[in-house]
């Protein structure tokens, strides 16, 4: 197999190689492995699963990899599992339906919505992080919801709650940053680029993420508001009930209709 140099595109996950293979007999395989025998070696150990699809082969492999003396010495099969997916043009033809493919696995892969470099998701984080905890520190508490049950409400002793639409999606972060880009950040600390826009930078919105089966699209569900133009709104009431004496600072409570748009 003769390799031409790799074109590296390491921001976005991918890296584009051109090769040529040539069928060798067993004498000639024999005499090209020449090694020594008192350095360690690499070993990978592949389980591969290989689909046509149009005008390529996309081969799915779980790689182990370990270096030692031999296999048993390196505890190969102990690692820890990596997924790889390697894409082979057939006949060096592709059309459109191939390209978009090859896009929506990018996307999958990267777990978003827009193709992202890794270099701005990271800044994005970085971003995020610096305003959720005002200083340049990379974890974060991320709020949970309580289930509303009679245990609860008599334990927090609550005199009003809110009712909302039960929905089966997954919890997130909506977050606008400086440049006015929307992104979505979940549980595990992915952040995901939505390709949509928002005047009101410097946002942070919880949310529920939701899949229609039925529009085939996604919703997304906004209960809370934490932070709304750089400013921070977490220590504020919920709410204010409507029969509240207070009701002139209504409009200081995070769950106000003027802050989610």
Not at 9 to 28: H, K, M
Not at 82 to 108: A, G, H, P, V
Not at 180 to 201: A, F, Q, R, S
């Amino acid at each position: 197999k003769l390799e031409k140099p790799i074109d590296d595109y390491s921001d976005y996950g991918i890296r584009i190689g051109l090769s040529s293979e040539t069928n060798q007999n067993q004498n000639q395989n024999q005499n090209q492995i020449n090694f020594n025998t008192s350095n360690d070696l690499s070993f990978r150990y592949k389980n591969r699963r290989s689909y046509y699809i149009n005008n390529i082969r996309y081969d799915l492999t779980i790689v182990k990899e370990a270096n030692g003396k031999d296999i048993i010495s390196s505890n190969l099969l102990k690692n820890e599992e990596k997924y790889e997916i390697e894409c082979e043009i057939i006949n060096s033809i592709i059309d459109n339906n191939d390209i978009e493919t090859l896009y929506n696995i990018l996307l999958w892969r990267t777990n978003t919505f827009v193709l992202c470099p890794n270099s701005k998701i990271d800044n994005v984080y970085n971003s995020f992080i610096k305003l959720i905890n005002g200083i340049n520190k990379r974890e974060y508490k991320s709020p949970k919801v309580k289930a509303l049950d009679k245990k609860v409400l008599l334990e927090e002793n609550m005199d009003y709650y809110v009712v909302t639409l039960k929905i089966d999606g997954l919890h997130h972060l909506l977050y606008v940053d400086e440049n006015k880009d929307v992104y979505l950040i979940d549980d595990n600390k992915v952040v995901k680029y939505t390709g949509y826009k928002h005047n009101d930078k410097s946002s942070i919105f919880d949310c529920e993420l939701y899949y229609n089966n039925s529009s085939k699209k996604y919703e997304l569900y906004i209960f809370d508001c934490l932070f709304y133009a750089g400013k921070d709104y977490r220590k504020q009431s919920l709410m204010v009930q409507y029969d509240s004496p207070i009701k002139k600072d209504r409009k200081s409570t995070r769950l106000n209709s003027s802050y989610i748009t």
